[in-house]
């Protein structure tokens, strides 16, 4: 009985320790029926592309618009695509809102999560969970790519230009940042001190709002992240994991496709990008229907 209560504990409550050195997992994936589940579906029916989108405890309303939208499970070119949302643990606990959150749960069997603080500056935390859990749960897929819940992502371009690219492995892409330099303002959202990072310049990186990896090197960045100290920014963070693989950025198309920021909507427009960003979940159904409509319309 105690051994029991014991192993169920391990289960639920397992804070992570490790905030300044190198990142450590003393934590495990929250066990439910929608893990089970999750683990089961790569296996029995292994995906082409798994979107791995972050979200927070309050954003019910947008993920169903993506469930609804870009984010469900689709064939393309017969290619499967799944979505899943990353999220860690609220950091304003509510009985009444853990009790919806636990039913959306177990209605759809989408949602990843471990016991960390949910917040803006944890984010490297939540990328790396999903980097985990693709290496030790579905390994079987091809590529992954990782997104935010403000974004548009046409799903049908980017399995097209990922099947014309036909390179499973050692690949990287997105919005490419190759000379970004830390920002030494204060009063800004991304102000990083010179304790924090004291380099001039960051290694190259792409965009958190939205990159694409194979399956490989996900696997390869949870190997390494044990070994690379903690840094706050997820999107740099995972660049210095590729430094340290050795990985180079590339470009998806010779036209850019991935946009940190939101082009106005028309079909040929948004036919012909991979992200937008900062889409309102009413926009996210507006132009997935437009461009599910038009999809003989010539551009
Ligand atoms: C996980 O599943 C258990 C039982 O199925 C449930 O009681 C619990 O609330 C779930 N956890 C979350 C975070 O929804
Ligand atoms: C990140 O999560 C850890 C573990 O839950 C927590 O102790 C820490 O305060 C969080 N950090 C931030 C910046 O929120
Ligand atoms: C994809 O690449 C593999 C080798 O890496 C090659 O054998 C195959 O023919 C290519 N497929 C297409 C459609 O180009
Ligand atoms: C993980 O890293 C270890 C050394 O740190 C290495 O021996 C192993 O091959 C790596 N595995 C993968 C899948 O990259
Ligand atoms: C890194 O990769 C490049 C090719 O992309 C190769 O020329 C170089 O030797 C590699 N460096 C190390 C240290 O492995």
């Known amino acids: 009985m105690a051994h029991k209560k014991m192993i169920i504990a391990a289960f639920v409550i397992l804070p992570c320790l ?29 995906p082409f592309l798994v979107l791995l989108v972050t979200t927070t405890h309050d954003q019910m309303t947008v993920r169903m618009a993506i469930r609804k939208t ?20 609220n950091p304003t606990p509510s009985t009444e809102k853990d009790s919806f959150l636990s039913e959306e749960l177990n209605t759809y069997k989408d949602i990843i999560q471990k016991d960390f603080m ?39 371009y980017l399995v097209e230009l990922l099947m014309r690219k036909n390179q ?17 303002d204060k009063n800004s959202k991304w102000y990083i001190s010179e ?48 430094e340290k693989l050795n990985i180079t950025l590339q470009e998806l198309h010779e036209k850019p496709v991935f946009f940190p920021s939101k082009p106005p909507f028309s079909v040929c427009t948004y036919r012909n990008l991979v992200t937008s960003h900062r889409v309102q979940p009413e926009e996210m159904k507006l132009y997935w229907d437009a461009l599910e409509k038009s999809q003989d319309e010539e551009c």
């Open 18 to 46: 490790s905030m300044f050195s190198y990142i450590i997992y003393i934590d495990v994936f929250k066990r439910n029926s929608s893990t089970n589940f999750l683990e089961a579906t790569c296996k029995q029916n292994p």
């Open 70 to 89: 870009w984010g469900q499970e689709q064939l393309i070119h017969g290619k499967r695509v799944v979505t899943f949302f990353l999220l860690g643990t």
């Open 118 to 156: 949910d917040t803006y500056y944890n984010l490297t935390y939540k990328t790396l969970m999903g980097m985990e859990w693709i290496t030790h749960y579905c390994p079987q897929t091809h590529y992954v790519m990782k997104t935010d819940i403000d974004m548009f992502i046409n799903t049908f």
């Open 168 to 184: 499973t492995s050692n690949l990287f892409t997105g919005f490419l940042k190759p000379t970004d330099a830390p920002i030494r």
């Open 195 to 242: 304790s924090e990072f004291n380099r001039d310049k960051y290694p190259p990186f792409c965009s958190g709002t939205g990159y694409v990896l194979s399956v490989d090197v996900a696997q390869r960045i949870y190997n390494i992240s044990s070994s690379i100290p903690f840094f706050k920014l997820e999107d740099v963070y995972i660049g210095l994991c590729l």
